[in-house]
């Protein structure tokens, strides 16, 4: 289809704002390290990761904002810290430890590229079009951070436990990631946001243990309840609103003017 | 052959060079020839351009400082992606000057350490204080207009590696600018308050510009060698010339107004009175300017400028952080530990 059913759109709306407010506030994240990384190359490399996740988000907000009559830079700055619909994960600071940093990309780029491969069938052509070049730079991301995971793992004891003490304190929040936005089964069930098998948990958490293995890495997740709910309904962490203080510092000081 | 560490890196003008070696050398400079790292060079020759990449080197990743501290406030996902990507452009400036010194002679975590232990410095305009977006906007319009200047002259130097650097670095630095440009037009095109902001910013940076060349000629130690080997090719006073008849009569006509600032400590103007020589001399076609503070000049290469601790202090962190990482992936570095 090119043109989306009315009971759709909200539905389709909640799920792009999930995916981009991800992408955004991980990027936003990510970049607090352009500049300040343990090694230059990497440094660039994290950089570029960086911008990738804006530029997908630029992208994704730019659908939404057409479904709901808005603009990219509306929504990734006007929104209040309730409407948002990212995960925790990407909202939390790493504190500058790059452990932290690498294994919240292992999770999120996993994910974000199994949505991606999902959106890239998507029965909407518009969407479809655009998920499909955007898996293929989410591949590259996967990649990088699988070989820093696999590099740090098999470094020496200290890198091993220190990346082994990230995953462990960032695997329950991960596990919020695959909280479902609402209308989702109406989305699956029109094939907006065709269903795998097997379904997306296994899927992710099958690709990860086998990357944490081959690191020299424990992994254990647990998958979410049902009933747990969270960023995808717009509930955030205390973090969160001061981050968004921060993120829209400048554009409130003349939110009509252009900069 | 690069040469190993443990070749002594101090500029010794005694050293009698072997005039069998230094002749040719030298008219091979002359006719324009580039020195590759394998050529046989005068030992001050190698410091003089060891010392000038690794300098270079260091400010490119201090100079990602004042600007990275805004990637979090930038106010447009447009505004916040180029200043991401600008930013990383500095960090991998740094790692191309880096290279280039390595292969002079010196170890890039050495040069790491003497950059954060104050043995080493950077440039001088990267101690000054960054505190609103229209401070990202000078930046990007003056300071990196003044490297495009600087360094399109060093692009004209005699070591090859460090002029083909130069020449990929200038050509980003040229986009940049552009964007420096485009920002600067469009709060000078804003609303009251950008375009105050923007004068506020304008008027924190002009003097720091002005200084960006170093001191005037006149009163520079003598740097003979280091012009007649083409490792400097101009004048800081030409240079400074240069800027001011580039970027007076622009910032006058984007509605700007120069003034002379006096600024307390934390660099922050707290006095300024319109420069009343600027103009344009008609029979020479150069601007006359009023000079900027050069006791502040003195005082900030010393280390007493408004950030000099902060800067370092945050390389240091950035230093400290990052060694685990650098342990379990590059392997262990010879140095002792930091103190
Ligand atoms: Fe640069
Ligand atoms: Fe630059």
């Known amino acids: ?259 | 052959m690069s040469v190993s560490a443990s070749v002594d890196l101090k500029l010794d003008w005694d050293i009698q060079e072997d005039p069998v070696k230094l002749v040719p050398f030298e008219e091979r400079i002359t006719k324009g020839e580039l020195v590759e790292p394998d050529d046989w060079m005068p030992h001050n020759y190698r410091v003089g351009m060891l010392r000038m990449a690794e300098h270079h080197a260091n400010s490119e990743i201090v100079g990602a400082l004042p600007e990275g501290e805004w990637i979090t406030r930038a106010p447009t996902l447009r505004r916040k992606l180029a200043l991401i990507a600008k930013v990383q452009d500095e960090v991998g400036h740094g790692q191309m000057l880096y290279r280039v010194s390595q292969d002079l002679g010196k170890p890039r975590d050495q040069m790491l350490r003497d950059l954060i232990t104050g043995k080493t410095k950077y440039h001088n305009v990267f101690n000054y204080p960054a505190p609103t977006w229209a401070d990202v906007v000078m930046i990007q319009w003056l300071v990196d207009g003044a490297a495009i200047m600087n360094q399109a002259t060093l692009a004209d130097g005699s070591y090859g590696p460090y002029v083909r650097t130069m020449k990929r670095i200038n050509m980003e630095e040229a986009f940049h600018f552009k964007s420096g440009e485009d920002m600067v037009l469009t709060m000078m095109s804003g609303t009251p308050k950008q375009k105050q902001m923007a004068q506020e910013a304008f008027d924190r940076w002009w003097a720091p510009c002005l200084m960006f060349f170093g001191p005037l000629d006149k009163e520079s130690v003598k740097t003979s060698p280091f012009m007649r080997w083409r490792i400097k090719t101009a004048t800081n006073d030409d240079l400074r010339q240069r800027f001011v008849d580039r970027f007076a009569p622009a910032a006058l006509d984007l509605g700007l107004k120069i003034h002379i600032t006096v600024k307390d400590q934390d660099g922050m103007v707290t006095e300024k009175r319109e420069d009343t020589e600027i103009r344009r001399n008609e029979k020479t076609g150069y601007w006359h300017f009023s000079q900027p503070d050069w006791n502040e000049f003195h005082r900030v290469v010393k280390g007493n400028g408004p950030l000099n601790k902060k800067r370092v202090a945050l390389r240091r962190f950035s230093y400290e952080q990052g060694q685990w990482v650098r342990r379990a992936i590059v392997g262990g570095s010879d140095l002792p530990p930091l103190c």
């Open chain 1, 1 to 259: 289809m090119d043109k989306l059913p009315n009971e759709l759109k909200q539905p389709l709306v909640e799920l792009l704002l999930s995916v981009a407010d991800d992408k955004f506030i991980l990027g936003h994240r990510n970049a607090d390290w352009t500049g300040l990384a343990p090694i230059l190359e990497e440094d660039i490399a994290f950089s570029s990761l960086s911008q990738d996740e804006i530029s997908h988000a630029i992208a994704i907000y730019q659908i939404a904002a057409g479904l709901v009559g808005s603009t990219a830079d509306k929504l990734a700055y006007a929104r209040k810290p309730d409407e948002y619909l990212c995960a925790e994960l990407v909202e939390l600071s790493d504190e500058f430890n790059w452990a932290i940093a690498v294994c919240r990309n292992f999770f999120c780029d996993h994910h974000d590229y199994l949505r991606l491969g999902r959106l890239a069938h998507s029965s909407y052509v518009p969407l479809a079009q655009l998920a499909g070049r955007l898996v293929a730079e989410e591949q590259i991301h996967v990649q990088h951070v699988d070989m820093l995971l696999k590099r740090l793992g098999h470094g020496d004891t200290e890198s091993r436990e220190r990346m082994q003490s990230a995953l462990d304190r960032l695997a329950p929040l991960a596990t919020g990631l695959l909280e479902p936005t609402q209308g989702i089964e109406l989305l699956e069930a029109k094939g907006v946001y065709p269903r795998i098998e097997p379904a997306m948990f296994e899927r992710w958490t099958e690709d990860l243990r086998h990357v944490a293995e081959a690191s020299e890495l424990k992994l254990q997740l647990q998958a979410p309840r049902a009933e747990a709910i969270g960023g995808r309904r717009g509930r955030h962490s205390d973090a969160f609103a001061s981050l968004l203080d921060e993120l829209t510092e400048v554009y409130r000081l003349e939110p009509e003017a252009a900069w």
